[in-house]
């Protein structure tokens, strides 16, 4: 799954990567959230591609309410195709949402560490996404929502969690913003990432709070650890729980 990520590069950097004007006044995010307003690039109707904002967790248009965007924050890339809450979105209404890093968490015992996983050279990139438009018929509030989707994770970070969101190739960002791409060409971009290596950095607890959006949450761990939950070693530091090659190039 995807429920954390971050996109701190800045933005004429994401002007570049998606050719796509920079309209936007985009702050660095260090520990984005659901349900929160995210970046995302997708085709203009007057054709050529825009940079909107859009609220994480899918409103389909025919739900009731709003209430059911936090359960659509991802959609599995195996069904998209037919699941009733994507499968319009998906054949008309998909998106790049641009990010530079996302979180997962690595559980041993009762401890949970959380890593950010990157691209090796530290660029940004593409999550497949997906955006709908919601009009509340009682109120006649209008809002823009977006999924994420995913798929089995790379096995160099498998151990970490066994899925990852969908990260597209850079030459494939056309094709997925294009309305007239086939479904099975789209459908075969969906794997796991392997077009550059991927990194993973184990991540300052505090990254657990949604509240804490700031540049030290990409610092290691601190020294102590919640109280009963992290091994210690003979030395008495913290012992990261931690996959092989932690922070090396998978």
């Not at 109280?227 to 998978?250: D, V, W």
């Amino acid at each position: 799954m995807c429920g954390r990520y971050t996109l701190t590069t800045p933005l004429e950097g994401i002007r570049q990567a998606f050719d796509v004007e920079a309209g936007l006044n985009l702050m660095p995010r260090y520990n984005i959230a659901p349900t929160q307003e995210v970046a995302a690039v997708r085709a203009a109707a007057q054709g050529g591609r825009e940079l909107v904002v859009l609220r994480w967790g899918l409103v389909p248009a025919w739900a009731k309410d709003r209430a059911i965007a936090s359960r659509l924050i991802n959609a599995r890339s195996e069904s998209v195709a037919e699941k009733p809450a994507f499968r319009r979105a998906f054949a008309a209404r998909r998106c790049l949402l641009p990010a530079d890093g996302f979180y997962e968490w690595l559980k041993e015992g009762a401890a949970k560490q959380p890593y950010r996983i990157t691209l090796a050279d530290g660029e940004v990139f593409a999550f497949a996404g997906l955006w709908e438009h919601w009009r509340d018929g009682e109120g006649g509030e209008d809002l823009e929502t977006c999924t994420i989707l995913t798929t089995e994770a790379h096995p160099s970070i498998a151990e970490i969690h066994p899925r990852m969101p969908v990260i597209l190739p850079r030459d494939g960002y056309a094709a997925w913003l294009d309305r007239d791409s086939s479904r099975d060409a789209l459908l075969e971009m969906l794997g796991p990432y392997a077009e550059k290596p991927l990194k993973a950095d184990a991540v300052s607890l505090r990254v657990n709070k949604v509240a804490n959006d700031d540049p030290a949450l990409l610092a290691p761990p601190e020294d102590e650890a919640p109280q009963g939950t992290a091994p210690q070693n003979a030395t008495g530091q913290k012992r990261r729980p931690a996959p092989p090659s932690q922070g090396e190039l998978f």
